[in-house]
Structures are given as C-alpha cells and as structure tokens.
C-alpha cells in the first residue's frame, strides 16, 4: 500500500475501517519507512491517548505543559528585569473547616508551586460575619503583593455569595467568580477581564480537538453559572452553535445526536450513554461523582456524567473523569494569577495563551 493512498483512506474512512488504517500508519511511521499527513501527527501527541477509535484527552499532561511554560516564562522575566521586586502571588480566602474545601485548595497552591509561583492566605470560621469576611477581601484586593484572589466556595448558607463576590476587582478576579461583572459586560457585546477557569479548560479541549470550528455544534448539559455562561461564550467566540439544556430535557438525544461537540456537568454517575453520541465528536465530562468502590465498600471513588465504557466507543475524542477538566482548571488558575502580575508590573504578554 503506497503512503498517499493509506492517507487518503485515513482521511476518508470512518469507524473500524480508520481505526485499523490508524493502526497500519502507526506501524509504518514506527518503522521510519514512511511520513504520516499533518492532522495524523496531531492525534499522536502525548496528550491525546488511543482508546480504540476515541483519543483520550490527558488533562494531567496538558496542566503540566502550561504549568512548565509559565515557570519558564516567570523565569525569563525575572532575568531579564531584575528591577521587578514583586513576585506573582495567589492569594486564598476559605470560610469554614470543611476538609473538601481545604483540599481543593492546597491542590490549587500545588499547581502555583510547580509554576513558580508563590501563595498565601487567610482561613475564617464558617461563623465570621458578612462584614469580616467583606473586610478580609477588600485587604487581600488592595494589598499589592497579591497578584489574583481566589475565594473558594461555596461559602457558607449565612453569607450573600453574590453580593460578597461582586467585591473582587475583575483585575484580581482570575478565577472568574465576579458574576454579576461579567453578566454586565458579556450583555454589553465585551469580553471580560477574566472568564472561569473552568471554561477557558474546555476551551483549551475543544481548540486542542478541533481545528476549524466552521458549522460546528455544540451542546451544554447542566445549569451551573461557569457551564451556561462561560463555557457558552467562550465557544461562541469561537464561532461554535452552542446550545444549553437540562438532563431531563425530552430532545437531549436528538440534539445531541446532532452535536459535534458535548459538554456535560449534571452530578449524575454515567447517565451519559453510548447511544446518544454523535460518531467522531468531542466529548468532554466535567463533574466529578463520588461513588460506591466495590472493592473498599467505601463512596471513594469518583466518576463523572460520562459512561466511559459506551461513550469511548463512539465519540472521536473524550475527557473523562478524573484527570480531564479538572486538573487542566487548576492550572488556569495559576497562568491566570501569572497573567494578572504581568498586568500589573505592565508587562507584555511575552507567550500567546
């Protein structure tokens, strides 16, 4: 079989028929005999994963590349301008004792670590007051040492969540929490200073899958504030149809059937099946489920909205859970607390993220 014809099959074949073409080229290419087209070496980067037809998209190893890039990139400026005497700081307010809180947390000062930078911050009772915890954010915002606020939540059923957020300066803003800010400025036809990490990872996923994004569809399963907002915008912007529903909407299959693109975060273990994937199309799972391990009888383990075994049969490409999203969110957090010290000291943005 000549290369240009092996090629043109791959290019033209779907399903079992691509997958064994697939396989042939990697052989071939393994044995350095012949080249392989340029769409072939994109699927074979090392953050895409084989999974029969479906590549497996690594949200571990694309969180440590951009970790690693804005080491590098700390590193460069910090050569280059030693007469910066800041340095690119997280700064953290969590509100009560629960344990899941602290431990996202100290992930997220993980990731700022590897990435060079540096974090701090400030635990209060889960009874402080709505005026101690506005006070403790308003420090935080002015103190010029504190690059990005990261205030976790939820915070606890006593305070007004939203109008404590509506505080945070967008500058300072990088986690994207700011809600009634960017509702303002996303309604005002503008981007805003800072959208959820969450929906800048998805956008990373997508754009990593797919490159013409021409015609293309996608669909929202869920109702939280980061998925029917930013998530939304982020692939409009993109010129991505998105449209948003509920799980218990009666046309999810037919759309869904229609979308080359799915997002999901529903809180419903595997609800997602096989049969109402469109072949070839990017899956992307967000929320984590915690569930029964068979193994421990312990609810230990965690799953996401995806049925992997169904799905990956089907979809073309599929972030699962855990190591999709969520990792990958983690470390927007860090580039953008980067990114907002750059601002600050008036620096360029020396790498197109």
Same mark, same amino acid.
């Given at each position: 079989?000549?290369?240009?014809?092996?090629?043109?099959?791959?290019?033209?074949?779907?399903?079992?028929?691509?997958?064994?073409?697939?396989?042939?080229?990697?052989?071939?290419?393994? &044995?350095?005999?012949?080249?392989?087209?340029?769409?072939?070496?994109?699927?074979?980067?090392?953050?895409?994963?084989?999974?029969?037809? #479906?590549?497996?998209?690594?949200?571990?190893?694309?969180?440590?590349?951009?970790?690693?890039?804005?080491?590098?990139?700390?590193?460069?400026?910090?050569? $280059?301008?030693?007469?910066?005497?800041?340095?690119?700081?997280?700064?953290?307010?969590?509100?009560?004792?629960?344990?899941?809180?602290? /431990?996202?947390?100290?992930?997220?000062?993980?990731?700022?670590? *590897? %990435?060079?930078?540096?974090?701090?911050? !400030?635990?209060?009772?889960?009874?402080?007051?709505?005026?101690?915890?506005?006070?403790?954010?308003?420090?935080? #915002? $002015?103190?010029? &040492?504190?690059?990005?606020?990261?205030?976790?939540?939820?915070?606890?059923?006593?305070?007004?969540?939203?109008?404590?957020?509506?505080?945070?300066?967008?500058?300072?803003?990088?986690?994207?929490?700011? *809600?009634?800010?960017? @509702?303002?400025?996303?309604?005002?036809?503008? *981007?805003?200073?800072?959208?959820?990490?969450?929906?800048?990872?998805?956008?990373?996923?997508?754009?990593?899958?797919?490159?013409?994004?021409?015609?293309?569809?996608?669909?929202?399963?869920?109702?939280?504030?980061?998925?029917?907002?930013?998530?939304?915008?982020?692939?409009?912007?993109?010129?991505?149809?998105?449209?948003?529903?509920?799980? @218990?909407?009666?046309?999810?299959?037919?759309?869904?059937?229609?979308?080359?693109?799915?997002? @999901?975060?529903? +809180?419903?273990?595997?609800?997602?099946? +096989?049969?109402?994937?469109?072949?070839?199309?990017? !899956?992307?799972?967000?929320? &984590?489920?915690?569930?029964?391990?068979?193994?421990?009888?312990? $609810?230990?383990?965690?799953?996401?909205?995806?049925?992997?075994? @169904?799905?990956?049969?089907? %979809?073309?490409?599929?972030?699962?859970?855990?190591?999709?999203? +969520?990792?990958?969110?983690?470390?927007?957090?860090?580039?953008?607390?980067?990114? %907002?010290?750059?601002?600050?000291?008036?620096? /360029?943005?020396?790498?197109?993220?």
């Amino acid at each position: 079989v000549s290369t240009q014809s092996t090629w043109d099959i791959i290019q033209f074949k779907k399903g079992q028929m691509l997958k064994g073409v697939l396989n042939f080229a990697k052989v071939l290419a393994k &044995n350095k005999k012949y080249s392989i087209g340029p769409e072939m070496r994109r699927t074979e980067v090392s953050i895409l994963e084989s999974h029969r037809s #479906c590549q497996i998209i690594d949200g571990r190893k694309m969180a440590e590349q951009i970790l690693k890039n804005v080491k590098q990139e700390l590193e460069s400026i910090k050569r $280059q301008s030693p007469q910066i005497t800041t340095h690119p700081t997280l700064g953290y307010l969590i509100v009560g004792e629960d344990k899941f809180l602290h /431990s996202h947390v100290a992930s997220k000062c993980r990731a700022c670590e *590897r %990435a060079g930078l540096s974090h701090r911050g !400030v635990v209060l009772s889960s009874n402080a007051s709505a005026e101690t915890v506005a006070q403790t954010i308003s420090q935080m #915002c $002015q103190d010029p &040492n504190i690059s990005g606020l990261l205030v976790q939540l939820p915070l606890p059923p006593c305070l007004d969540e939203a109008e404590l957020l509506k505080s945070i300066p967008p500058p300072k803003d990088v986690d994207g929490i700011n *809600r009634d800010y960017m @509702t303002r400025v996303i309604r005002s036809g503008k *981007r805003p200073f800072n959208m959820p990490c969450m929906a800048l990872a998805v956008k990373e996923m997508v754009m990593l899958c797919l490159k013409d994004m021409t015609g293309k569809k996608a669909l929202l399963v869920g109702d939280s504030f980061p998925l029917t907002i930013g998530v939304r915008k982020e692939l409009e912007w993109l010129e991505v149809e998105a449209k948003v529903c509920k799980h @218990t909407d009666k046309e999810l299959k037919s759309i869904s059937l229609q979308s080359d693109i799915l997002i @999901t975060e529903i +809180g419903l273990p595997e609800f997602i099946k +096989g049969d109402i994937i469109k072949p070839g199309s990017v !899956v992307i799972d967000i929320k &984590n489920n915690p569930v029964l391990d068979p193994k421990t009888k312990k $609810q230990n383990k965690i799953v996401g909205d995806i049925d992997y075994h @169904t799905v990956s049969q089907v %979809a073309g490409y599929l972030s699962p859970v855990p190591g999709g999203v +969520g990792p990958l969110t983690v470390a927007m957090l860090a580039q953008r607390t980067f990114i %907002a010290w750059k601002k600050f000291n008036a620096l /360029s943005l020396l790498t197109q993220y």
